[in-house]
């Protein structure tokens, strides 16, 4: 069945540093591909999608792109904010975001001023 | 989150009583999903309804749980009687413009 296998944290870093969250997927066909993003006491809010291969999700300066041939989709910003600290999830679904969506485990990304 | 609004925010109480979370999604929206995240996992659907019909109820317990969609627009979800292994935040979604919204969930602790 589908499955999404994402990095562990917590991921600890300084403020302006690099960051890099590893997703990877197990699909039949051609899913769609999501980051959610959970801040503190706050519900799940999606951060970026791509529905194709080759297809680049981006929003607030966090970048994915829907790799087919590595079934990757790993998360990317270029300089990570305080505010950044939340928990982030890789998901996919079979058709689009209306469709179940299959989450992996999550990653806690904590950034230090 | 905005739309999606969840009752309540946080419930205790003690295995073997029963509790219910009510879901009001976004007015006028078919899709309603309810998904249950376990501590430092990511969210598990549990029951997709389209309008009052339940579509996708195969990963349900079905012995204990229970849900309903009344009139396809508010939904409660019920799990009676309550386990420890219950503990939980149970999520509803709701579809908008082929996104999926979700609530702020509901914070079980079973004791």
């Known amino acids: 069945g589908n499955s999404v296998t994402q990095m562990e944290g917590p991921v600890t870093l300084s403020e302006e540093a690099f960051l890099t969250i590893n997703c990877t997927y197990t699909a039949t066909g051609y899913p769609s591909l999501f980051w959610y993003v959970q801040y503190p006491g706050e519900g799940l809010q999606l951060l970026l999608k791509?529905?194709?291969?080759?297809d680049k999700g981006s929003n607030k300066g966090f970048e994915a792109t829907y790799r087919k041939e590595t079934t990757s989709f790993h998360l990317e910003k270029g300089s990570v904010q305080v505010s950044d600290s939340a928990v982030y999830f890789c998901a996919l679904s079979g058709y689009s975001s209306a469709s179940k969506i299959i989450f992996g485990s999550g990653t806690r990304l904590s950034i230090r001023p | 989150e905005a739309g999606v609004v969840q009752s309540p925010r946080y419930k205790i109480i003690e295995k073997k009583q029963p509790v219910a979370f009510w879901c009001n999604p976004i007015?006028?929206?078919?899709?309603l999903y309810w998904y249950r995240q376990n501590l430092g996992q990511g969210p598990e659907l549990l029951i997709r309804?389209?309008?009052?019909?339940?579509?996708?109820d195969s990963q349900l317990p079905k012995d204990r749980f229970s849900a309903e969609r009344l009139k396809g627009v508010d939904s409660t979800l019920k799990i009676q009687p309550a386990e420890l292994g219950d503990s939980a935040v149970y999520l509803c979604a709701a579809v908008l413009y082929n996104e999926q919204f979700f609530g702020p969930g509901t914070r079980l602790t079973v004791l």
């Open positions: 007015s006028g929206h078919n899709t």
């Open positions: 309804y389209e309008n009052e019909e339940a579509v996708d």
């Open positions: 791509a529905t194709k291969a080759d």
